[in-house]
């Protein structure tokens, strides 16, 4: 399941579940930093709806217990409004549901859809009536688990495909790495940068200024990437289906009726394609004047070669 949300989201709920690892410590194996309601928010199934809260100190405004961060932090126009602030999770919950009083009326406005926000996230389950937990809802018996942790992190932050990781012999592992990245859009495209936040001069293809760069332009759809897949296929002597995604090109090479090794050494030069385009794309990017165009097939024929060889 790949997991939902643009990069940035992606790139927070990474730096919340580093947090939040790291706040956890170490010491009680049993405690665990996710609620149930915060597990819904980030996608997690939740074993347990019942919430512990009746004889503990959890602050309702102050403790991150029903949300990604305190209420106080997520709604502080609310937090003004409380008559209590200091009321732990217990004191604002009666038989009849949650006892949100405030100082002043709310009429409307952005403090009314606030409330209506913060309604919608607590929870609807009665308390229990037990002392504050924590349960790590990652696993059935609210125990946590490393195992758990990574499997979350993986489906959170790995897009899962059908393929299989590939791994060339032949090429450098850093060609190995970069195909890897490739393979799963984590290339420092220009388009994949500004998803996380980060502020550029110009979101185009540093070689054509045309398109928007993202990895499938870059590789694929941009005329340089055009022309060289073009004489990679003249020098091959074969006939290559147009490629738009590494998946094709992949598809491509198993789908060949020929030798193994033929295919091997067509995988080896097609790997090496796309990594000197890599590195002419950032030669362009960064001003290394010394890796001109021209040589972009060259290199592919001696880098294939060397590697292939050796
Ligand atoms: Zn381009």
Not at 24 to 52: H, I, L, Q, V, W
Not at 124 to 148: K, M, Y
Not at 174 to 182: G, M
Not at 237 to 252: E, G, N, R, T
């Amino acid at each position: 399941m790949a997991e939902s949300g643009t990069p940035v989201l992606r790139a927070s709920r990474r730096r919340w579940l580093n947090q939040k690892m790291a706040e956890s410590g170490t010491p009680k194996m049993t405690d665990s930093c996710f609620t149930p309601k915060m597990a819904e928010s980030e996608g997690f199934r939740t074993p347990n709806a019942a919430m512990d809260f009746l004889e503990g100190q959890t602050s309702f405004w102050c403790d991150t217990w029903c949300a990604v961060t305190s209420f106080k932090n997520l709604f502080p126009r609310l937090y003004a409004l409380a008559c209590n602030p200091d009321a732990v999770v217990a004191e604002m919950r009666s038989a009849n549901g949650w006892n949100l009083e405030r100082n002043r009326q709310i009429t409307g406005g952005v403090v009314a859809t606030h409330l209506t926000q913060m309604v919608a996230l607590l929870p609807v389950a009665p308390l229990s009536g037990s002392s504050d937990t924590w349960r790590w809802v990652l696993e059935g018996d609210g125990r946590f688990t490393v195992c758990s942790v990574r499997r979350r992190i993986e489906e959170s932050i790995l897009p899962v495909g059908n393929r299989s990781t590939r791994w060339n012999r032949f090429v450098p592992i850093k060609v190995n790495t970069f195909i890897w990245r490739l393979a799963l859009d984590r290339l420092p495209t220009r388009c994949n940068l500004d998803r996380r936040g980060i502020d550029l001069p110009s979101l185009l293809c540093p070689i054509c200024d045309g398109h928007v760069e993202e990895a499938r332009h870059l590789f694929f759809y941009c005329q340089l990437a055009v022309d060289v897949w073009s004489r990679v296929e003249r020098w091959l002597q074969q006939s290559f289906l147009m490629f738009m995604h590494l998946d094709d090109v992949f598809d491509w090479i198993d789908s060949r009726p020929t030798p193994r090794m033929d295919r091997i050494i067509t995988d080896t030069v097609c790997l090496t394609a796309l990594w000197v385009l890599w590195t002419y794309r950032n030669a362009v990017v960064f001003g290394t004047l010394e890796y001109r165009k021209q040589f972009i097939f060259d290199n592919i024929v001696s880098f294939s070669f060397i590697w292939f060889s050796s």
